[in-house]
């Protein structure tokens, strides 16, 4: 099997898995609505829990690996506690559709600095997706009292749109330094870690609901952290085949289509013609960047 061929079923594995880690997600958010940061806590935890169940060659970790898990770890909770602010102190609509141009960091960092090659069509696919996402979600009016536009929650959304590009980022360096020598210690690390901080949150920002939501966010987060795990793992594995470049915004494409049909489809939720538009978009998107290869 060739690299290519290789690199794009690790990237495909990755984006199904996240998938089904989004469906749990949803169940859990649906069904309980608060106590998010606690239930990431514990995503977090039971993907250590799989990933040293998985771990055939026992725990080893150079200094170095140390640098980059615990930093990736505290990246990993500080942007998913900028995004809960960023919610919670402004629009969802708006937060939702910056934050989601965050793919467009990782994809010039290794244009620009790791001198991936770009094409053309890498350039056209990477406008029509950030067009594609603008119009899955753009939200019109979103209501009557939406939230203005503040200084706090701008720097909420930065702090996300960095943050969560910076995780792809380590993946890349770390990927690149050892290959996959030490992939199931440097996510275990940064998982553990993650899960400390976000503990740490949670009883400062959620005690008052832990009693509540513990226990389901307890067996939530044990089928959400193995998918979220094995996605993880599959994308830095991809790493060593794919340019950060490719696989960032393939993953976004291909995530736009997937997502829009698990909603379509398995929950009957409706769109609008503009959402019908974007994913028609994106799947030409998706087409472009293969063209790349």
Known sequence: MGALTLGMLLTAGSIFTH?????VVRHYGKKHRKGGIFFNAMVCLFAVVYLLITDKGGFMCPNKLWVYALTNAAVYAIG??????AFKSGSFGLTKLFTSFGILLPTFYGILFLKEPASIYTYIALALITFSLFLMNYQKNEDANQERITLKWILFVLLTILSNAAISIL???QTAAFGDAYTNEFLIVTYL??????????????????????????FCGMGAGLFNAISNLLTLFAYNYLPISFISPFKSGIGIVLGF????????????????????????AVVLMSLKF
């Open 261 to 284: 049909a698990l909603a379509r489809f398995l929950y009957k939720e409706r769109f609008s013609a503009l959402q019908y538009i974007g994913v028609g978009i994106g799947i030409i």
């Open 19 to 23: 998938q089904f880690e989004s469906m």
């Open 193 to 218: 870690g993650a899960t400390v901080f976000l503990l740490i949150f949670s009883l400062s920002l959620e005690r008052h609901s832990l009693k509540e939501i513990a226990k389901p966010a307890f």
């Open 171 to 173: 993946g890349k360096i």
């Open 80 to 85: 998913f506690y900028a995004g809960f602010a």
